[in-house]
């Protein structure tokens, strides 16, 4: 069992920079593929992005391709989602996942997640 806890969302402009992070406590944490996802109001559940257990491979989502970077340090139980030129589509409840069942490539399903944190909001203003 993993427990995760986000951490870095607010308000930002147009054009700015954000960096969530995401602190796990349980097991091992080098034994989890960790994602991102995010939530826009009345809409589904949808991936942004994920990394390997190792960190070693990641794969975005089309519309954050080039902007965000994901990242994780298995010293310190943590993934990070930097996230630079943001525009207001980017508005949503982030959510960190974990995922146990992932081996070497990365799972773009929530379905692929067993682990998810509280969310954090982040909102972009035009």
């Known amino acids: 069992q993993v427990q995760l806890v986000e951490s870095g969302g607010g308000l930002v402009q147009a054009g700015d920079s954000l960096r969530l992070s995401c602190a796990a406590s349980g097991r091992t944490f080098s034994s989890y593929a960790m994602g991102w996802f995010r939530q826009a109001p009345g809409k589904e559940r949808e991936f942004v992005a994920g990394?390997?257990?190792?960190?070693?491979?990641?794969a975005y989502a089309d519309s954050v391709k080039g902007r965000f970077l994901i990242s994780r340090d298995n010293a310190k139980n943590t993934v990070s989602l930097q996230m630079n030129s943001l525009n207001p589509d980017d508005t949503a409840v982030y959510y960190c996942a974990a995922s146990s069942i992932s081996r070497t490539i990365v799972l773009r399903t929530t379905t692929g997640y067993g682990y998810w944190g509280q969310g954090t909001q982040v909102t972009v203003s035009s």
């Open positions: 990394i390997t257990r190792s960190g070693g491979d990641t």
